[in-house]
Nanobody
Framework: QVQLVESGGGLVQAGGSLRLSCAAS????????MAWFRQAPGEERKFVAA????????DYTDSVKGRFTISRDNAKNTVYLQMNSLKPEDTAVYYC?????????????????WGQGTQVTVSS
């Protein structure tokens, strides 16, 4: 079992930055592929970024490439999402998720554990 708690969301103007954190407790954090998803009002939850167990590889959805960076600190059991050059269309609830394998990492149904979400609102 893994418990995930997100933090760092808030209200920011377009062009601004936020850093989300996801603290994990429970089984060995380094055993999990970690990811961020987001869900805007009236839309399905969508993949944002993922990172491998050691942080050696990452993957991003096209709309955030070059603006967002996912990272992890296994000593602190924490995964981060640095979000720069934010746009109003980035407004959503952001969720942290964990799974043990890398393939099909964009599918939310493949993830075993989820946080409660943190709201990010970008004003124009």
């Amino acid at each position: 079992q893994v418990q995930l708690v997100e933090s760092g969301g808030g209200l920011v103007q377009a062009g601004g930055s936020l850093r989300l954190s996801c603290a994990a407790s429970g089984r060995a954090f380094s055993s999990y592929v970690m990811a961020w998803f987001r869900q805007a009002p009236g839309e399905e939850r969508k993949f944002v970024a993922a990172i491998t167990w050691s942080g050696g590889a990452t993957d991003y959805t096209d709309s955030v490439k070059g603006r967002f960076t996912i990272s992890r600190d296994n000593a602190k059991n924490t995964v981060y999402l640095q979000m720069n050059s934010l746009k109003p269309e980035d407004t959503a609830v952001y969720y942290c998720a964990a799974r043990t394998t890398w393939p099909n990492r964009g599918r939310d149904s493949e993830y075993n554990y989820w946080g409660q979400g943190t709201q990010v609102t970008v004003s124009s």
